[in-house]
């Protein structure tokens, strides 16, 4: 294997709160360890407009309590033609980049993979996703901001809900995981949680009217995943109207306020440890590999398992959130 003097870095997908300090990791550790790195901008759109800026460690002084990402992000349909990744891999070239740190989700981990494997480029992915739907680690950077931000809006729409004594939906993010709804109605002491993972078990919605959840209490939140399983906020809304005309129900879509915001300790000391583990995961050889932890252990996963296993959820957590809802 060819020695690797440079490293190019890119954050791509949905950005994240907690990239900024994976990218400075990843940076810092690499200028430690003798490596250039060049900063791309605009993910792989980036590297294939030649969006492209050699990053010493002053680049990355003063971001690490930032939300977002200084490389901006975006998602590039145009890395996913071969043309697309020819012009990728020749515009690398030109900048004399041995090996690629990709921070992002599945999307990106998925370009990553396709690109490593057409022209043998090593490639580290940092799972940089609110959506903590990555299989092989725990947690993804951003995951713990994003559900501080649900349990913080959810404690105030609970002072209305209390008021009015209505029924609410309150969508949250996740694509097709329901990480952040179910966490993130514990979190919030949330009646319940509609989630993708057991929609097609059991109607949770009648589930939910015949246990009588209302009973005892004069108003009740429920967190949806978004999803076109789940039905969304709206359409559970719509539901209630048609099938539960009893119940006075609103709907609240958190949307992008839950990718933005200061990163919390926790994503700031996950995203500090693996952009420092991906650095080493290139040392020692690694390629197409992912960065993740496992009961707090960095680990390695390999790409393509990271993005074709499904990550489950966690059945107590599940059963937790049904008996603290009576
Ligand atoms: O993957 C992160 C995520 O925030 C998902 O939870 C959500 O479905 C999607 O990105 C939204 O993407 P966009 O910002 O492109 O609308």
């Keep these: 294997m060819a020695k690797i003097k440079t490293i190019g870095l890119l954050t791509s997908g949905g950005d994240a709160p907690g990239m900024n300090a994976a990218i400075r990791a990843v940076t810092r550790s690499a200028i430690f360890s003798g490596f250039k790195v060049k900063g791309i901008y605009r993910g792989y759109r980036g590297l294939i407009t030649d969006e492209i800026v050699e990053f ?3 680049n990355v002084s003063n971001i690490v309590q930032h939300g977002g990402t200084i490389l901006k992000t975006a998602r590039c349909k ?5 043309e697309g990744r020819q012009q990728a891999y020749d515009v690398m070239r030109k900048h004399d980049i041995d090996a690629l740190v990709v921070i992002g989700g599945d999307g990106s981990l998925c370009g990553a993979r396709e690109f490593a494997s057409e022209f043998d480029v090593p490639v580290v992915g940092v799972p940089g996703t609110i959506d903590n739907d ?3 680690t725990d947690h993804t950077i951003g995951y713990d901001t994003a559900l501080n931000t649900i349990m913080w809006c959810v404690d105030r729409i609970r002072d209305t809900a209390n008021s009015h004594e209505r029924l609410f939906f309150i969508e949250v993010m996740g694509h097709n995981a329901g990480f952040l709804a179910l966490n993130g109605a514990i979190a919030s002491g949330a009646e319940a949680a509609i989630i993708p993972e057991i929609s097609t078990e059991v109607d949770q919605l009648a589930e939910l009217i015949q246990n009588g959840f209302r009973k005892s209490k004069n108003s009740s939140i429920v967190l949806v995943a978004e999803s076109p399983i789940t039905g969304g906020a709206m359409g559970l809304a719509e539901r209630v109207r048609n099938e539960y005309p009893q119940y006075d129900v609103r709907v609240t879509i958190l949307g992008h306020l839950q990718r933005g ?19 080493d995961a290139l040392l020692e050889g690694q390629r197409n590999v992912m960065i993740g932890d496992n009961y707090d252990e960095i680990v390695y996963v390999p790409i393509t398992k990271a993005i074709h296993k499904n990550k489950t959820i966690d059945r107590d957590l599940v059963e937790t959130l049904r008996r603290l809802s009576i």
């Design 78 to 82: 145009e890395f996913t033609t071969k």
């Design 134 to 136: 990555l299989y092989g």
């Design 56 to 58: 010493k460690t002053q």
């Design 261 to 279: 915001g200061s990163p919390t300790a926790q994503d700031r000391i996950l995203a500090s440890r693996m952009g420092a583990a991906a650095v």
